[in-house]
């Protein structure tokens, strides 16, 4: 009897060993687990929604938990969004746009808090990679197109607002590029309005026309404002004499490159749920300890009528 109960005493310690070194395993390997945070400027634009849902995507492909928030285009929204991420002491914080004036000091605590910061389209002081397209070169590529279009001279209406730092960024390469063209002038310019962009562009695109019947050309830095300013053309009957450019591929402005008789001539088509895809691989990268370039650049093409069906039968946003 004695026997049996030094038996079943053993056996009990066994027992609870082998469950507490099991917990600690688990436990173990939950604290193993990489969790990372995705902040996105917004999930209305086409480029936003790929580039947000590439990083989910592979970040999840790459065993990592996914805590994820749409900033709603609003900046103090994505501020909220990124203090969040920092209190729930995620190991690593990746940036989809932004606004840098608003957000750069939030990032600020994150790094102060030992958080490393990844970013898709928005250099700032406190990312240690940058993924994106190679804004100077493919925006470069578009206005000397435009440029060439127009036969080296005549009026240019555009939409800019600043405080995004890839929209600064691509205005600079397009006033850059127009100092070399004395004869192709900006002589009107209005800011784009979110939400509702297409509708408020055609509007403006409009009275931009009435006031200035002699445009020959659209431009801005992304596509929406640019689908907008092709329909007031159509509705205008310009669309032999006036054309529009903008920059992203679009799927909408890609489908009207393709129509002959639209006034968009020309986009760059970006990759951006590969430059999504890429991100969440440089956030885990920086969590592992690994050293990372500072920018990550992701191919781009310049989309006009002469390869626009080429470019949309292949690039796999558009499938």
């Known amino acids: 009897m004695k026997n049996w ?6 056996l009990f310690i066994t027992v609870c060993l082998a469950f507490t070194l099991s917990a600690s395993g688990a436990s173990e390997s939950a604290s193993d ?10 999930a209305e634009h086409n480029w936003d929604i790929n580039a947000y849902n590439g990083a989910q995507d592979r970040a999840k492909e790459l065993g990592m938990k996914v805590l994820a928030f749409d900033g709603e285009r609003r900046p103090e929204k994505q501020i909220s969004d990124v203090k969040s991420l920092i209190a729930r002491k995620v190991d690593v914080i990746a940036v989809i746009l932004g606004d840098v004036e608003s957000l750069s000091p939030v990032l600020k605590e994150a790094r102060d808090a030992g958080i490393p910061v990844v970013t898709a389209d928005f250099e700032n002081p406190y990312t240690l990679s940058n993924v994106s397209t190679d804004n100077r070169a493919a925006m470069a590529a578009l206005v000397e197109q435009m ?5 080296q001279k005549g009026e240019v209406g555009i939409f800019y607002t600043p405080g995004i730092p890839v929209a600064e960024l691509r205005y600079e390469v397009f006033t850059g590029v127009l100092d070399r063209y004395p004869q192709v002038k900006v002589v009107a310019q209005e800011a784009w309005q979110f939400p509702n962009v297409t509708p408020d562009a055609y509007e403006k695109s409009k009275d931009m026309l009435t006031a200035h019947p002699e ?29 529009t450019y903008g920059f992203d591929g679009d799927p909408t ?14 986009t760059v088509a970006q990759q951006p749920y590969i430059i999504g895809q890429k991100l969440a691989e ?12 500072k920018e990550i650049y992701v191919d781009h093409i310049l989309v006009t009528r002469d390869n626009v069906d080429e470019v949309f039968n292949s690039l796999p946003q558009y499938k």
């Open 215 to 243: 445009i020959d050309a659209f431009w801005t830095v992304f596509d929406m404002p640019m689908i907008g300013a092709a329909q007031a053309i159509a509705d205008k009957g310009m669309q032999a004499d006036v054309k």
């Open 33 to 42: 687990e990489i969790v990372i945070g995705i902040s996105v400027i917004g």
């Open 253 to 266: 402005a890609m489908k009207m490159i393709q129509d002959p008789d639209s006034a968009y001539a020309a």
């Open 282 to 293: 440089v956030a885990k990268q920086v969590v592992a300890g690994e050293s990372v370039e």
């Open 5 to 10: 109960r030094i038996v079943s005493v053993s």
């Open 147 to 151: 440029v060439a279009d127009m036969n």
